[in-house]
């Protein structure tokens, strides 16, 4: 865990999101101690995506990066923030193959990155017929190229580097929704806060979050070197791309593009028996 504040003189929050060179961009303002927290103490948690949609399931955190298919799962307990969205913008989760003949999911067997991403809820939405393993999202490719998997369905960093593994793509499911939906953006993770804090609390830390991804955003340069060593191997020219890929203005605000994104998602999602519950798309103030 990672102070950002050196005194407490205030309430403790402690903001969860995954070890990613684009979340940890987003969260530069208050890692430089660039963002005055105006007493509130706050904890940095890094963890993958998967375990943080699980704890969120606990309300282990006040302020977590979750999976949108997960938060179908969560609205009553958390709010959804009004800023820190990661979208795809005809781009997103890629489905990848070692051998040639692969050039379809149905009845594959998928290496997957967890049930509760919303890459494996957007390839249920593609293709309904398929088998999968869980595998630890890093270890997605090494698990294809071992032979243990028919395709692997690459997030973050993988998606850019799949090609220099000797990997090719079946489908960028980025691509397919943006088709399917007439140019949304795809959804994929957001910040969400726990509901218990209260409006005055939830409004303060909510301008804390949207203050920092604004600073980084306007201090570009210092922001990606900072998030440069959470980049799991990619140099500073792909660090910058992949930061750029996945925070933008969509993520500083969802606007009127990005909340129909996410109401297209949870209804598509809904209809097709993969959510359980119609999801209204509220945001937190």
């Known amino acids: 865990m990672v102070n950002y504040t050196v005194e407490m003189s205030g309430s403790r929050i402690v903001v969860a999101h995954s070890p990613d060179s684009d979340d940890a961009f987003m969260f530069y303002g208050l890692a430089s101690g660039s963002i005055d927290t105006e007493g509130i103490h706050i904890d940095q948690v890094l963890s993958d995506i998967e375990t943080l949609n699980r704890a969120a399931f606990e309300g282990k955190y006040e302020v977590t990066a979750v999976s949108f298919h997960a938060f179908a799962h969560l609205s009553d307990r958390y709010a959804l923030l009004p800023h820190g969205a990661s979208m795809g913008d005809r781009y997103g989760p890629i489905v990848v193959a070692k051998r040639d003949d692969v050039t379809e999911v149905h009845g594959k067997t998928i290496a997957i990155p967890g049930t509760m991403t919303t890459a494996y809820l957007t390839l249920k939405l593609y293709e309904p017929d398929f088998h999968y393993v869980v595998v630890p999202f890093d270890r997605i490719e090494e698990f294809v190229l071992d032979g243990k998997a028919d395709a692997g369905l690459l997030i973050h960093e993988g998606q850019l580097t799949y090609a220099d593994n000797g990997l090719r793509k079946v489908v960028d499911l980025g691509e397919w929704w943006a088709d399917r939906t007439g140019g949304l953006p795809l959804p994929l993770g957001g910040n969400v806060i726990r509901r218990d804090l209260g ?63 996410v109401q297209r998602l949870m209804a598509d999602a809904y209809e097709a028996g993969l959510i359980p519950k119609p999801v209204p798309v509220e945001f937190a103030a």
Request: charged residues 25%.
């Open 199 to 261: 409006p005055e609390m939830i409004t303060k830390v909510s301008k804390l979050l949207h203050d920092s991804i604004a600073y980084a955003l306007s201090h570009r340069e210092a922001a990606v070197a900072y998030a440069q060593q959470f980049g799991r191997g990619l140099d500073p020219e792909r660090t910058d791309t992949f930061v750029g890929m996945y925070v933008n203005d969509l993520t500083l605000g969802y606007g009127e593009r990005g909340t129909k994104a």
